[in-house]
């Protein structure tokens, strides 16, 4: 079986090193806007230092690999889409097949692979933006100390929380890959069927990332995780 490294080797620069400054952006961003919220009522029962522990487990149990997916559903999942569905309007798809490629091999294992191992790496830089948001905002607004602020993630950040957002962003990225691949194999051979392939992608890998995010809040739920 054929298997185009330097085509791995763009897809996985394009899922990895040029989306990282929107990631940890975009992160860093929903940490801080947590910290603000959970802030704003816990001063008002003298809790604030708890705005760590609503911070730390929602950013590394939910919202960095959720975050992280939807911002590469839009991105990457919409490349892929567009670049495959761009490929089967030219013809070029047919092309490869005549010339006895393996589609699955050559043009979507590779997007496949890399999009599925690098989510993670992205979802841990995730993390770290919004923690570091919540720092900010905890000590900026709240005058907390940053060593206490520190401490208290520590101590509530157990690695079951780590594990979940991990299998979540394994997941997460196999169904964004799958997604785009599809709809861009799927394309009408037209302008406008490339620009509808890509909406599909879009549109569908999110609403499959929140739905598939639920199951996972009720099976950790039931398990107690």
């Given at each position: 079986?054929?298997?185009?490294?330097?085509?791995?080797?763009?897809?996985?620069?394009?899922c990895?090193?040029?989306?990282?400054l929107i990631?940890?952006?975009?992160?860093?961003?929903?940490?801080?806007?947590?910290a603000?919220?959970?802030?704003?009522?816990?001063?008002?029962f003298?809790?604030?230092?708890y705005?760590?522990?609503?911070?730390?487990?929602?950013?590394?149990?939910?919202?960095?690999?959720?975050?992280?997916?939807?911002?590469?559903?839009?991105?990457?999942?919409?490349?892929?889409?567009?670049?495959?569905a761009?490929?089967?309007?030219?013809?070029?798809?047919?092309?490869?097949?005549?010339m006895?490629?393996?589609?699955?091999?050559?043009?979507?294992?590779?997007?496949?692979?890399?999009?599925?191992l690098?989510?993670?790496?992205?979802?841990?830089?995730g993390?770290a933006?919004?923690?570091?948001?919540?720092?900010?905002?905890?000590?900026?607004?709240?005058?907390?100390?940053?060593?206490?602020?520190?401490?208290?993630?520590?101590?509530?950040l157990?690695?079951?929380?780590?594990?979940?957002?991990?299998?979540?962003?394994?997941?997460?990225?196999?169904?964004?890959?799958?997604?785009?691949?599809?709809?861009?194999?799927?394309?009408?051979?037209?302008?406008?069927?490339?620009?509808?392939?890509?909406?599909?992608?879009?549109?569908?890998?999110?609403?499959?990332?929140?739905?598939?995010?639920?199951?996972?809040?009720?099976?950790?739920?039931?398990?107690?995780?």
């Open positions: 079986m054929l298997f185009p490294w330097p085509d791995f080797l763009r897809v996985t620069l394009q990895s090193a040029q989306a990282l990631v940890i952006t975009v992160n860093g961003l929903v940490g801080a806007i947590l603000f919220v959970g802030a704003v009522q816990l001063n008002k003298g809790a604030g230092i705005v760590a522990d609503l911070v730390g487990i929602a950013v590394v149990r939910e919202m960095a690999a959720v975050m992280t997916a939807i911002v590469m559903a839009g991105r990457t999942g919409a490349s892929f889409a567009a670049e495959l761009t490929m089967q309007s030219n013809e070029e798809v047919d092309a490869l097949k005549v006895g490629m393996q589609i699955g091999s050559w043009l979507v294992l590779p997007r496949l692979l890399a999009l599925t690098v989510q993670p790496l992205l979802y841990v830089f993390c933006a919004g923690l570091a948001g919540g720092l900010a905002v905890a000590t900026g607004m709240m005058n907390l100390s940053r060593t206490a602020y520190l401490d208290r993630s520590a101590l509530v157990i690695p079951s929380h780590f594990v979940l957002g991990s299998i979540k962003s394994v997941c997460f990225g196999l169904l964004i890959g799958l997604t785009g691949c599809w709809q861009g194999l799927q394309a009408a051979r037209t302008a406008a069927g490339v620009g509808e392939a890509t909406t599909r992608a879009v549109v569908t890998s999110i609403v499959w990332v929140i739905v598939l995010d639920a199951v996972f809040a009720l099976c950790a739920n039931a398990l107690g995780v």
